[in-house]
């Protein structure tokens, strides 16, 4: 838990140096970039969580490995190899992209469905979503056959439960009373 505190502590105050210094688009895509190769490299990943490796050693490894990164973005390894804080790199970098997404007018939807989304699901779907925001919106599509049919849709901390599954389940409770 105080990792993630942390982390977006972190990640607040370097999207608010990024802004005031106006690198804030190429600083995102930095952490775009760092996001995508942490999370699709295990051994990357395995290695920044590793504490018997020095800060050091991940300091210069991770300069080299994102080498074409600015300055800016390599300060935050300078500040997390001073503060011994690598450990929360990933969770820094994914807070990084929310809060910036925010920041800008976009939004992450997560929307679960028994199957892949079609052309008439994905329709309905955006409907409700503009019921509830009027921001730029990303749809990620988690599919759970538990749910039967319809869809779950997280905007946030909101939930929208259209589920057969819940369907049932309520109805459940009703006959039961």
């Known amino acids: 838990m105080s990792g993630t505190r942390a982390a977006i502590r972190y ?29 699709g490299n295990e051994e990357l990943s395995s290695f920044i969580q590793n504490p018997t490796i020095s800060v050091s050693v991940k300091q210069s490894a991770l ?9 800016l973005t390599k300060s935050l390894f300078r500040l997390l ?9 990933a969770d820094i970098v994914s ?14 939807v997560k929307v679960t469905t028994a199957i892949a989304m079609d052309a008439a699901l ?28 319809g869809f779950i849709l997280r905007i946030g901390d909101k939930e929208y439960n259209a589920s057969v599954a819940n369907r049932l389940q309520v109805l459940k409770r009703e006959l039961s009373n």
């Open 11 to 39: 990640a607040k105050a370097f999207l608010d140096l990024a802004i005031s210094a106006g690198n804030e688009p190429e600083v995102y895509k930095d952490m775009a970039l760092i996001s995508s190769t942490i999370n």
């Open 63 to 71: 300069t080299e490995v994102f080498a074409s990164t600015s300055g």
């Open 81 to 89: 190899f001073e503060n011994k804080r690598f450990e929360i790199l």
């Open 95 to 108: 807070q990084y992209v929310l809060m910036s997404d925010e920041n800008n007018g976009f939004q992450v």
């Open 122 to 149: 994905e329709a309905k779907v955006s409907a409700k979503i503009k019921e509830f925001s009027d921001k730029k919106i990303t749809i990620v599509n988690t599919i759970d056959p538990t749910i039967i049919g």
